[in-house]
């Protein structure tokens, strides 16, 4: 089993800055990719992000994180990075990492998920 765990969230105004990590221990034999997904109150979970573990160039952004959001890897910490800029009241969601097999925006593709870390932008 794969365990994922997720740190970094907190209370930032808007404008502001957060930088949440993932640490993947356990079996990560088969975590090829890893992805932040976000969901906030009485809405669907949401993609934001997909990594490859395996090829640093494959890397997709939702159009809601592209140039403000960026993730990063540290493959020796099996750790993933998630540096979030100019944030905005609506980013307020519960951050999700999860990890899987498969490159791909869908949450169903993922087995592996963090218990999740709490993001909350004020106006």
């Known amino acids: 089993q794969v365990r994922l765990v997720e740190s970094g969230g907190g209370l930032v105004e808007a404008g502001g800055s957060l930088r949440l990590s993932c640490a993947a221990s356990?079996?990560?034999?088969?975590?090829?990719?890893m992805a932040w997904f976000r969901q906030a109150p009485g809405k669907e979970r949401e993609f934001v992000v997909v990594?490859?573990?395996?090829?640093?160039?494959?890397?997709t952004y939702a159009d809601s994180a592209k140039g403000r959001f960026t993730l990063s890897r540290d493959k020796a910490k099996s750790t993933v990075y998630l540096q979030m800029n100019s944030l905005r009241p609506e980013d307020t969601a519960v951050y999700y990492c999860?990890?899987?097999?498969?490159?791909?925006?869908?949450?169903?593709?993922?087995?592996?998920w963090g218990q999740g870390t709490q993001v909350t932008v004020s106006s």
């Open positions: 999860a990890g899987g097999e498969k490159y791909s925006i869908l949450a169903r593709q993922y087995d592996a």
């Open positions: 356990g079996h990560t034999t088969s975590t090829y990719n």
């Open positions: 990594a490859s573990l395996l090829n640093n160039d494959w890397t």
